[in-house]
């Protein structure tokens, strides 16, 4: 069962956060922007925040397609 908008949204959003949290940190060690590629937390944060934008890009897809099935079965 896929989540809803407003959780997946809320869920970004605190990822989002993590990784700026996490960001300044390194900032502050002076890690070189280039070099965060190499940092097992950094690479973890930036992938939660990529699969909640993929389920949020896949439920807008479901939901657009949902809409066209209504939208055709209405036509017929």
């Known amino acids: 069962m896929p ?10 959003n605190i990822a989002r956060n993590a990784l700026g949290v996490y960001e300044q940190k390194l900032d502050e060690r002076k890690v070189d922007p280039d070099l965060r590629k190499k940092d097992p937390r950094w690479r973890e944060l930036v992938a939660s925040c990529k699969k909640i934008e993929s389920r949020i890009e896949s439920l807008a897809d479901l939901n657009s397609r949902g809409q066209k099935s209504e939208d055709s079965s209405s036509e017929e």
Request: proline share 0%; net charge positive.
């Open 3 to 12: 989540l809803k908008q407003d959780r997946l949204e809320r869920s970004l």
